[in-house]
């Protein structure tokens, strides 16, 4: 018991987290245009449904109230990107940053420690997430898309599933081997966003719509449809309380992989 | 004495053989079971809501859903698959494992090496295409021998984006273009390319920007075969198109493949 | 007498079933110069990890600063500056910003990082390459980075790792040079090298380890009198030739070894033994008269040569 007391506190203290944040704002001051083209792929998404399948799909029910298509996969598409983004962020990035370029060998020779490094790179994921779901909301209001003054709610729901994603994410990757692992959890997540009440409603599924409540996802894209429409019911909290349970317990495995993983 | 070489293109292309049968179980996720999720996503899935919603049928010429849009999958499949394999492998080649200059110091030329990984990368169009389509032979809206021809409209047009973004990748000094061809151009035409609704649902402005690319030509060809309601003379037409992209990507590419190496 | 800046009691450090450390005891005190000298494999980077407080000890004790490594390890590092074996530069952003970032991880305020990363481009002779991106820099100057990243936070101990494997001669003598000053000016070193030359130019005091156990240590001149004589003469024969005429070299100097590509045979004078083995009528291609270094202590204490 002593030994693990002793041990315990050193690893997973976390003092400054922000320094790897600043490291990214750095880095990422030369090639900023990286960051805006990730905004765009959420976007080219919902423009193409709405022109294109909008007036062959016609109005789906969403609450009982029939939206326009686009409305409906609006808020899914804003949900899909904090997944994204925070897949993105967590894998390919960190998978580079942790075996090719090697910065978090260089920064846990300093007084940082696995759990700064796990907790910067999580936040820093978040907060381009944020950035990603702001934006799309000023798209969606723009485009006559939102529906009730709850909408803001939004953006902390979609900090849930990029919480949860990144720490899935980051769980996954210090598993990873090499670059081509990364094929796994692009075809590991295409289904997430293909079929998570996305593009159709779960009613879709007819007596097999409680598959979907596997996907994390599906409660993200729950979450961000009820804060659209306004219409809050007490399975809005169940939503939530699957997101935490499944990050925390993602989180907990990352920090404790990489831990193993950076000091051999 | 008769001496029976094996054609350059065919010597390069066996290189890529042997290297891709290392990692070929990756290549079988990204190339066959990514375009099936997008058949049952959006073409099931999608495809239940429209239809449901009557007068849409009529929009997609007649066909369910499903079946308007399988073509459309099996063409832009290729389309991403030949994207991704001329832009970091081509760059890889020159650039990190160096395997072009290695063939350069042999008798090949660069015209072997630019056609030999030309003919690789249909090779894995065709072979992802006809996957797709044994795939897509299991529903009855889709099952249709016109996936045949399909398969090889695909590999085309495979090469029609392969060529062209080869020879951009020959030149290109740093990698970072490439995901803004990924983000800008490949996306953005698998969206509003025609693969997932008529074009004619698109503002004449988008539909001119998207004709001018060879995918729309291939899916257009491709979705007639498939349906069974093929219209020769456009055809050749669409075809001859299609395959314009890809000669001329071809002569630039061996142009700058030999700048590259034997200069 | 104040305690020594590293105490090191039977460390040992395992990854599963292998034993990369063995129980070494090793004592470095402030102001000193020491090395590891020792080939691939023989345990020096792991050791070099555990004194850098990134790597759990197996077994055994180790103090830096009076401070236990297993609790300590975020005060310690504080104090440390580290050369890992290959370079962790952050290769897409400027070396200037490799510099000030590097400190903000000690929690330098920016304007002092900022400032200590200017002085550290002029001691790296960077200055005109303040604004490239590291991706773009010679190995030379990647190294002296990484030597100037890890004085950003104004180090008691600086470890390093190899610090000149894979550099040309020119970039060595440069990188010694900027060491030599740094000793000067009363900072620490521990290195490991498998150069001998680096470890006889740099090093007051080294230890020899093979197979994760130190087998000697001592400073580089008292080691090679410790353990070999004072001359070495080289001899080549024809190909395929040196394992038949060493056994008649028998009885010269006082021992020989056979490699294989030369035999060596050590003795005080080297020339009086080249004179006894023509005398024998033996017809080396070359003979070679040289004094002894640490690669024939190397070789004494482990039957094997550093490059092995």
């Known amino acids: 018991m002593t030994t693990l007391l002793r041990i315990i506190p050193a690893r997973f203290v976390v003092r400054r987290p922000q320094r790897m944040i600043e490291r990214h704002v750095v880095a990422y001051r030369r090639q900023w245009l990286i960051i805006v083209s990730g905004f765009f792929e959420p976007l080219f998404y919902l423009l193409s449904m709405r022109a294109g399948l909008g007036s062959l799909v016609g109005d789906v029910s969403v609450a009982g109230k029939a939206v326009p298509y686009d409305a409906f996969v609006a808020p899914a598409l804003m949900a899909s990107s904090a997944m994204n983004g925070a897949i993105f962020d967590s894998t390919g990035n960190v998978l580079h940053r942790m075996k090719y370029a090697r910065i978090y060998d260089a920064a846990l020779a300093t007084p940082m420690s696995p759990a700064d490094v796990a907790v910067g790179e999580i936040s820093w994921a978040l907060l381009r997430g944020q950035l990603y779901a702001g934006s799309f909301l000023g798209v969606m209001a723009a485009l006559g898309l939102v529906q009730s003054w709850w909408v ?23 598993y990873m081997r090499g670059w081509s692992d990364l094929e796994i959890v692009t075809t590991a997540t295409m289904p997430l966003f293909l079929f998570s009440a996305t593009f159709f409603p779960a009613s879709s599924y007819g007596s097999w719509g409680w598959v979907v409540q596997i996907s994390p996802l599906y409660h993200g894209v729950a979450l961000v449809r009820a804060a659209n429409t306004g219409v809050w019911t007490a399975s809005v909290l169940a939503h939530v309380a699957v997101l935490l349970a499944v990050s925390i317990a993602a989180l907990a495995l990352a920090a404790k992989r990489l831990d193993v993983l950076l000091r051999k | ?29 990204s190339s066959f079971l990514q375009p099936l999720m997008y058949l049952l996503g959006l073409g099931v899935g999608v495809g239940a809501l429209v239809d449901r919603n009557t007068g ?34 081509v760059m890889g080649g020159l650039k990190w494992q160096r395997g072009y200059h290695g063939i350069a110091a042999t008798p090949l030329t660069a015209g072997d090496i630019v056609v030999g990984h030309g003919v690789w990368m249909a090779v894995r169009c065709g072979i992802a295409s006809a996957a797709v389509s044994v795939a897509l032979a299991l529903f009855p809206d889709t099952r249709s021998w016109g996936l045949l021809p399909a398969i090889a409209i695909s590999m085309l047009v495979g090469l029609a984006f392969a060529m062209p973004i080869m020879a951009f990748s020959i030149t290109a000094e740093l990698d970072g273009a490439f995901p803004a061809i990924q983000r800008f151009v490949i996306i953005p035409l698998f969206l509003f390319g025609g693969a997932f609704y008529p074009l004619s649902q698109l503002p004449v ?6 004709k001018a690319t060879p995918l729309w030509h291939g899916v257009e060809v491709a979705r007639w075969c498939t349906t069974g309601n093929v219209r020769w003379a456009a055809t050749a037409g669409h075809l001859a198109y299609v395959a314009l992209w890809a000669l001329v990507g071809t002569v630039v590419a061996v142009r700058n493949m030999r700048r590259k190496l034997y200069s | 007498m104040p305690e020594p800046l590293i105490v090191a009691s039977q460390l040992v450090k395992r990854f ?164 030599y000053r740094l000793k000067q000016q009363g900072v620490t070193l521990v290195l490991t090298t498998h150069y001998m030359d680096e470890a006889e130019q740099l090093c007051d005091r080294l230890v020899v380890m093979d197979q994760g156990r130190i087998v000697a240590e001592g400073s580089p001149r008292s080691l090679i009198e410790q353990y ?53 009528g033996l017809q080396p291609e070359s003979a070679l008269v040289r004094r002894s270094s640490l690669e024939d202590v190397f070789l004494l204490l482990t039957g094997r040569t550093l490059a092995d």
């Open chain 3, 228 to 280: 070999s004589t004072r001359e070495v003469l080289e001899l080549r024969f024809a190909a395929g030739t040196n394992e038949a005429a060493a056994p008649q070299l028998g009885g010269i100097g006082e021992r020989q070894e056979l490699l294989p590509d030369r035999v060596l045979v050590y003795a005080a004078d080297g020339e009086a033994a080249l004179a006894e083995a023509h005398a024998r």
């Open chain 2, 56 to 89: 849409s049928t009529d929009t997609l010429g007649g066909a369910s859903y499903v079946a308007f849009v399988a073509p459309g999958l099996l063409v832009t499949t290729a389309m991403a698959l030949a994207a991704g394999e001329s832009m970091w492998p």
């Open chain 2, 205 to 210: 402005g988008v539909q001119w920007a998207a």
């Open chain 1, 152 to 174: 803001f709610m939004a953006l902390p729901a979609c900090a849930l599933v990029g919480l949860t994603f990144a720490g899935i994410g980051f769980a996954a990757t210090t």
């Open chain 3, 16 to 179: 599963g079933d292998f034993t990369a450390v063995d129980g070494i005891d090793v004592e470095v005190q402030r102001g000193e110069a020491f090395g590891f000298l020792g080939p691939n494999g023989a345990g020096k980077s792991s050791t070099m990890r555990m004194i850098g407080c990134v790597s759990p000890v197996t077994a055994g004790t180790l103090r830096l600063f009076g401070l236990d490594a297993a609790t300590h390890g975020a005060q310690i590092r504080r104090r440390l500056g580290v050369v890992p074996q290959l370079d962790t530069l952050d290769t897409e952003i400027t070396v200037q910003e490799n510099l000030w970032l590097y400190g903000r991880y000690f929690d330098l305020p920016r304007a002092e990082a900022k400032r200590r990363a200017a002085e550290l481009l002029e001691f790296a002779q960077l200055t005109d390459r303040a604004d490239s991106i590291v991706d773009n820099l010679s190995g030379g100057m990647k190294r002296r980075l990484s030597i100037a990243r890890s004085l950003i936070n104004e180090p008691e101990l600086l470890l390093l790792d190899e610090p000149t494997t894979g550099l040309d001669p020119q970039a060595r003598h440069v990188l010694w040079d900027r060491l």
């Open chain 2, 1 to 29: 004495m008769a001496h029976f070489a094996t054609p350059g293109p065919l010597r390069v292309m066996s290189g890529h053989v042997v290297a891709f049968r290392r990692m070929w179980k990756m290549n079988v996720m």
